[in-house]
């Protein structure tokens, strides 16, 4: 088998998750991230070295045996971390589960770019494409890199006609500014292949894992969303998009 032998380096398992794509799905969180998001839920995910290696084949046969409960429109999902950072090492992981006929989803910052990379997202069903801000400025201060590669990615899924997911986390007076929404709006809005565009509120729920790892939280003093500005950034992404859920 081409997948004999070969890990990934995972860091947890969700099984039954209903916010990581459509359906129920499991979801394998993957160890290392190349951003540093100042509101990261899942810092403990960042380093390359954590996790644990995981046979491939072991995640195909978890896949298998919880494909019961994913009826027609559940399946896998990739998230971190960040996936693509293990291209090569989920290849043949992907193509054992298309294989299977597990629908794939991989949640994405859009950053890395290879040719291991393109291959991978041709053998995803759908891109769940975090945008962490459209303004390269402020997606720096807020991530420490800059915004033009996940940009080029979400233009080259475009392109290829893939379907892809705009994911966008709602920081109040971070990546709340009507002025950015709207220019991401004008953007994007015409892409005939980005399905759905998916609120995510601000939380803190991973606050605690900070102090555990003797990192600095820097979003300290930043408020949870209100219902009043979920629904003006809800009502400021419906002008240019169809499909817009608070997720």
């Known amino acids: 088998m081409e997948a004999d032998g070969l890990t990934v380096r995972v860091h947890s398992f969700e099984s039954m998750g209903t916010y990581d794509g459509p359906g129920l799905r499991l979801v394998v969180f993957l160890q290392g991230c190349n951003f540093r998001c100042a509101y990261c839920a899942n810092p403990d995910t960042l380093a390359l070295t954590g996790g644990r290696d995981v046979a491939v084949t072991e995640i195909v046969r978890r896949a298998v045996s919880e494909r019961p409960f994913f009826g027609r429109r559940g399946g896998v999902t990739f998230s971190g971390g960040e996936p693509t950072l293990q291209a090569g090492r989920l290849l043949p992981l992907f193509r054992l589960l298309r294989d299977e006929g597990i629908h794939i989803c991989l949640d994405t910052n859009g950053s890395v770019d290879s040719e291991e990379v393109r291959e991978l997202m041709r053998l995803t069903d759908i891109v769940l494409l975090d945008v962490k801000e459209v303004n390269d400025m402020r997606h720096r201060g807020l991530t420490g890199q800059s915004n033009a590669a996940t940009l080029a990615t979400a233009a080259r899924l475009e392109a290829e006609g893939r379907e892809f997911w705009l994911r966008y986390v709602l920081v109040p007076g971070v990546t709340s500014f009507a002025e950015d929404i709207k220019a991401l709006g004008e953007m994007m809005g015409?892409?005939?292949?980005?399905?759905?565009?998916?609120?995510?509120?601000?939380?803190?729920?991973?606050?605690?894992?900070?102090?555990?790892?003797?990192?600095?939280?820097?979003?300290?003093?930043?408020?949870?969303?209100?219902?009043?500005?979920?629904?003006?950034a809800e009502r400021l992404f419906k002008a240019y998009f169809a499909d817009v859920r608070v997720n």
Request: no cysteine; hydrophobic share 30%; net charge negative.
């Open 190 to 232: 015409g892409y005939r292949h980005l399905t759905r565009v998916e609120i995510l509120p601000y939380h803190t729920l991973g606050r605690h894992k900070y102090d555990h790892l003797g990192m600095a939280y820097l979003l300290d003093g930043v408020s949870e969303n209100t219902p009043g500005q979920l629904a003006e």
